[in-house]
């Protein structure tokens, strides 16, 4: 037995892509979802929401969401006009993995439909505290805390991370996630294996909008810390990057692990548009930009290149991550808060570098290199 979620009269949908219904004619409907694979829904429940596009919608259509009545822990759906399906989910206090069929069916004409499905998926809440009511079970040791900043990102949305980290960690803490009402933001995931948080968002075609993302750390009977991001979205699409910049010289410094203490490698990057002889040898009228690589340890000890791949923006010493700053002509600094970095080597073995990245102020920064690469092992200095 199935229970309706919601029932809605549609007149036209459009949004992104996933599964899909095969069509006879081009006149016969489709619904695609706004995600690949399985709905992974936060531990600690809450709102969520997914997208889903609706193709050659039929006059008289109607759409049904659905999902078996006895997953009594998936709450109402809602469907809004910009083809989102939102719902409330219970925290999963039970200690194993639970899912549930979720399905799209949309009936048009007489007796045809089209249907579109997906599991969403949860996992059990991390457990806590033995007794966290019991007031004489404090924690005594050091103050944890939440650290994340703001994130800006480019008007043509996406699917974004942000980072954060615990400091001070305390063993069976909870950590539990709230988020400002967005319409516009989606598929809202706190990677807790990672200490990353994923979520997606829609083009802006308007002006320039926020919406904020605050963790609270409860590591005992009335002790809690929390901290809040704010996600700036610029205000609308632009015909290409803010700034770009194919960079002409490169000096790289390898450091080791020794300042991670783990196994990630950091590797130093300065690259310039006005060659330089030194790393930070800033030339009048130069633009500059700083970047450190956080990965693996070189493939060839002998070299002390960074490993090849996709390293998304960070500012703690993750794995495959990387942290950038931009100086420009009159050497006034620039930070970032989003990006992606794509790393390689041709033949010959010079570097291929391209860098897309959001600034703090909301301008994207496309810098790319090509060519000679070398990195002075300074370890031991």
């Not at 600690?44 to 050659?56: I, R």
């Not at 300065?270 to 340890?297: H, Q």
């Not at 060839?300 to 996709?310: E, F, Q, R, S, W």
Request: glycine residues 8%; aromatic residues 12%.
């Amino acid at each position: 037995m199935r229970k309706i979620l919601f029932f809605l009269t549609l007149t036209a949908a459009a949004v992104l892509a996933g599964c899909q219904e095969k069509s006879e004619t081009e006149a016969v409907p489709e619904l695609r979802l706004g995600f690949t694979g399985d709905f992974i829904l936060a531990p600690e429940g809450g709102d969520t929401s997914f997208v889903y596009t609706l193709e050659s919608p039929a006059a008289d259509g109607k759409l049904k969401v659905s999902a078996p009545e006895s997953e009594t822990w998936l709450g109402e759906c809602k469907v809004a006009d910009n083809s989102t399906v939102t719902f409330t989910v219970e925290p999963n206090e039970t200690d194993a993995e639970r899912s549930a069929e979720i399905t799209l069916t949309y009936f048009y004409g007489e007796g045809s439909i089209v249907e579109c499905g997906f599991m969403a998926v949860q996992s059990p809440v991390p457990a806590g505290p033995d007794d966290p009511d019991d007031p004489d079970e404090p924690w005594t040791g050091p103050v944890p805390d939440v650290i994340m900043v703001d994130m800006s990102v480019p008007a043509e949305g996406g699917l974004y991370k942000l980072l954060y980290y615990i400091a001070e960690p305390v063993p069976g803490a909870k950590l539990y996630m709230t988020c400002s009402d967005a319409w516009w933001v989606s598929d809202v995931v706190c990677d807790t294996v990672n200490s990353e948080i994923s979520f997606r968002v829609a083009p802006n075609d308007g002006e320039r909008r926020t919406f904020s993302i605050t963790l609270t750390y409860v590591y005992g009977p009335g002790q809690e810390t929390s901290a809040t991001a704010e996600i700036a979205q610029s205000a609308s699409a632009s015909e290409g990057p803010d700034y770009e910049w194919d960079m002409v010289k490169m000096m790289g410094e390898y450091m080791g692990n020794k300042k991670t203490y783990t196994d990630v490698h950091v590797y130093y990057t300065y690259m310039s548009n006005i060659t330089f002889d030194a790393p930070d040898d800033y030339l009048s009228g130069s633009c500059s930009y700083d970047v450190e690589i956080y990965g693996p340890e070189p493939l060839d000890p002998d070299i002390l290149l960074p490993v090849g791949g996709t390293y998304e923006y960070g500012t703690t010493y993750m794995m495959n991550t990387f942290n950038i700053t931009y100086r420009d002509a009159f050497g006034d600094w620039y930070y970032f808060n989003s990006g992606t970095m794509t790393l390689g080597y041709d033949e010959e073995g010079n570097m291929l570098m391209d860098i897309l990245a959001t600034d703090e102020d909301g301008m994207i920064h496309h810098v790319t290199y090509a060519g000679p690469a070398n990195y002075v092992d300074i370890r031991e200095e």
